[in-house]
């Protein structure tokens, strides 16, 4: 420690190893320094009988403590390390630092409305407050290997060190970014300058590493991110080194939700019992969001809601890399309206949407756009996807969009209730088609105890489908078609009931066929002369091969 300043000469013990003064006091360390309005006492090594004919024998300082009101301005490493940021803490009680491992760290209190500021490179505010403040320094062995190689002599007095490890407690903590536009609540903060992790917890005595634990009667943690705002009782943000959040992990009962930047109106909510994690796929450019315990996903503008015991969204990059020349630039944390890819459900999984409510043990769901204006490139479409995993005699839908009629009008299709199914496995196919619309299924495979209910207001009765494996191709309106896999597969149509081992609908067509054994029941409702029976009948018709049935083609 180098030039301490008091206002009266301070007081020294060599048999106590102290010095000590009651008086303001201002001191520098390394490249820190600071100030406090009353006292300071420093705990001393005293040097070996060699050299004790020196006027003050000290061979190194092992504790300071500042007495009351604490004003400290430390340089705190950005990035590889190689910068420093001024970091302002101030307290209104004393502060307590203690060299430890033989001088190769040391551990800094400071004690009672503690408040940090730190400004970032686009000059805006950061800021952190708490009651108690705890930072550990570590030795910077790149800087006194850079002295050594210069010639300077190397000692403990000369060695840098620079802040590793900040813990934050209070009643609440707060924290506040204008350069992220992010707002936090918590009873607990500690960040890892050297991992680049800040853990928040609703515990004020939480260990150092991030732990499982149960829902208590404790306030969760609050945060926003720009145009995300979530709760949990832990949570965890991983940071790259351009100081972006990487990763984060929820741990505990929460929830999250997302608003657009445009209206802010919310796009995306969702609730948990265990677990959230948000991170960047290994196997890909997109994000993913990762969830476990009786999760709710939501997506109001949709109208679509997923329920399971485990969700997992990939969907494009939400990251958006902020300007550190440009002071004007937005926050990196307001981020564009989310555009989800892919998702995946298992374990009592319901969905509810417009087109589709269903249940089932697995759901797979996949979401492509496609701008109805624009004439499809060889470029533009989008990878052929097969849901039936080659199961299916019926060609899929993925990269087929420029082909359905549905695409080629710019009309909604009519409103009609949503079709229901129910089984093991659901695969689904959604198709957007810009933000007037909403968008459509357009193709579905399932299998395992399939069930299908299709309510028609067209018809007395809904369709209905029973079946081991189903694979739906929808066009549009009355455009559709159907194979079905069972022993036997069964359709239920207000005009037929038709039953087989591998069954084909096309609805546009009205044409059905059956490979193998089957049976089809037809409504009569005239007797061989034409006229017309007073209690109408079914005509039964079986096969063993095939059959092919050719109704009028709907050529509207």
Known sequence: MTGVQTCALPIYSAESARIWSDQPVKFAF???????????????????????????????????????????????????????????????????????DA????????????????????????????????????????????????????????????PTLLVVRGAPAIFRSEDKDAHGRMAFARYDAVQRMLALSSYSNNPSQLRRVAQTEASPVHLRLGNSELESQQIGLKHDADNR???????????????????????????????????????????????????????????????????????????????????????QSRQPAMNPRRLLAVQNVTMTSPRLNGTAHELQVWFENVDIRAKPTKNSQPQMLDLSMGK???QPVSGQAEKFPVF????????????????????????????????????????????????????????????????????G????????????AKLDDPQLDLQGREVFFDRHRNLVWVDGQGE?????????????LANPTKLTITWNEQMVFDGLVDRK
């Open 477 to 488: 309106l009355n455009r559709q078609e159907v194979h079905l896999v069972g022993e036997p």
């Open 245 to 331: 959040v990487q990763e984060v992990v929820c741990r505990g009962a929460g929830w999250l939700k997302r608003h657009t930047v445009e209206d802010g109106e919310e796009e995306l909510s969702v609730t948990w019992k265990d677990q959230l994690r948000k991170y960047q796929d290994a196997g890909s450019p997109l994000d993913v969001i990762d969830v476990t315990g009786n999760v709710v996903l939501e997506q109001p503008k949709q109208n679509a809601r997923f329920t399971a015991g485990y969700v997992k969204l990939w969907m494009d990059p939400l990251n958006v890399a902020a300007s550190a020349s440009n002071s004007d630039a937005e926050p």
């Open 520 to 532: 089809l029941k037809l409504p009569v409702p005239r007797d061989l002369e034409g006229k017309a």
């Open 103 to 162: 001088g190769q760290t040391a551990f800094a209190v400071f004690d009672r409305q503690v408040s940090v500021k730190r400004r970032s490179a686009t000059g805006k505010i950061d800021s952190l407050d708490g009651q108690t403040l705890e930072v550990t320094f570590a030795r910077d062995m790149t800087a006194q290997s850079s002295a050594g190689a210069e010639g300077h002599q190397s000692s403990a007095r000369n060695v840098k060190f620079k």
């Open 408 to 475: 080629e009008d710019d009309e909604p299709a009519p409103e009609q209730p949503p079709a229901v199914v129910e089984a093991k496995l659901i695969r689904a196919l959604i198709v957007g088609r810009g933000p007037t619309r909403a968008p459509d299924l357009a193709e579905i495979y399932s299998e395992g105890n399939v069930s299908l209910t299709q309510p028609r207001e067209d018809a007395p009765r809904p369709l209905t489908i029973k079946a081991e494996q189903m694979h739906l191709r929808n066009q």
């Open 30 to 100: 390394d490249q820190h320094s600071g100030e406090s309005d009353y006292g300071i006492q420093l705990d001393l090594v005293m040097a070996d009988l060699a050299i004790k004919k020196k006027a003050l024998p000290i061979e190194d300082v092992k504790s300071v403590h500042l007495m009351r009101h604490v004003v400290m301005n430390l340089a705190m490493p950005e990035g590889d390390g190689s910068q420093v940021t001024p970091v302002r803490i101030e307290c209104h009680s004393s502060f307590q630092l203690d060299r430890r």
């Open 392 to 394: 299916s005699r019926i």
